[in-house]
């Protein structure tokens, strides 16, 4: 099915209090504030390295330190950085819209940081250190020579976030599948919906009736989508809530003649 199922104002003619919406964003809506993506050819990460060198435990297992100093890195750039205006926006539809559901791939903790609350972070988080053997919960402590250990076993301490080749947590899995199966609106937010479950959940929110669009800087999508909204994903999510709060008041005046 071609794009243009529906256009942008009636999009937002659909949005109300009661609306159920699934938000599902990705690593594009964190490069505003300075953080890489992981596509991106010219500054992608994975530019320069393969992802299976870094974000598996097979890369982890052939050379932690070079693991663990990546994530160090990448830790350092998010702590540098501050949410921007798409990620303060949808933690203000967390609030306009109470049967909204924030899934995000990102691990960078920035839609918490805007005032996000209870949304599903799928691949975890980089600011969490779990041990290699166990999976024991630490704080975050900086490598010195050697890789830290976990406390409890002696065993690698490695990020607490979902690898190419690991399951992700059935009860996450679970709780999105249902949210999905329920949603009237689902909007996939700067993701190339490239890897799986992610890349499947728009399929899987149409296969329940919703309506879907697309956010994101390329035309990623149109043909699976009822709107692709192309361009910053910042920029639109300011544009939809202008649109948003025009209509209120708009209504508010209807009421008032
Ligand atoms: N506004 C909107 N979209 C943007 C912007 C922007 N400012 N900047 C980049 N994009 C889009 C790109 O066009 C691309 O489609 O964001 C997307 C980023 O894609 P990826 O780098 O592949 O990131 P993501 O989709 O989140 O990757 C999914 O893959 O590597 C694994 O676990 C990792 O969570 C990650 C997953």
Aim: with cysteine.
């Amino acid at each position: 099915m071609k794009a243009g199922k529906i256009d942008e104002h009636s999009f937002i003619q659909k949005l109300g209090p009661d609306t159920r919406i699934v938000v599902l964003t990705g690593a594009g809506i964190s490069a505003e504030s300075g953080i890489p993506t992981f596509r991106d050819a010219q500054d992608g990460l994975w530019s320069q390295f393969r992802p299976e060198e870094l974000a598996s435990p097979e890369g982890f297992r052939a050379n932690p330190k070079l693991v663990f100093d990546w994530y160090a890195w990448r830790r350092k750039k998010v702590l540098e950085s501050k949410p921007n205006k798409g990620h303060e926006i949808l933690a203000l539809w967390g609030q306009q819209f109470p049967h909204m559901t924030l899934i995000t791939q990102n691990v960078d903790g920035l839609h918490q940081a805007a005032g996000s609350q209870d949304l599903i972070e799928m691949h975890g988080s980089i600011h969490r250190l779990i041990c290699f053997k166990e999976r024991h919960p630490s704080p975050w402590v900086a490598a010195k020579d050697g890789v830290p250990l976990c406390m409890r076993c002696q065993s690698p301490l490695r990020p607490d976030v979902v690898w190419f080749g690991e399951m992700l947590d059935r009860r996450i899995l679970e709780h999105i599948g249902k949210a999905l199966a329920n949603c009237e609106v689902f909007l996939a937010i700067g993701t190339s919906g490239l890897v799986y479950p992610a890349a499947g959940f728009l399929d899987e929110a149409r296969a329940s009736g919703a309506l879907t669009v697309v956010i994101n800087r390329e035309r990623v999508g149109e043909d699976r989508c009822d709107l692709l909204l192309q361009g910053s994903a910042s920029d639109i999510l300011q544009r939809l809530q202008d649109s948003i709060q025009a209509r209120h008041v708009f209504k508010v005046s209807s009421r008032a003649r």
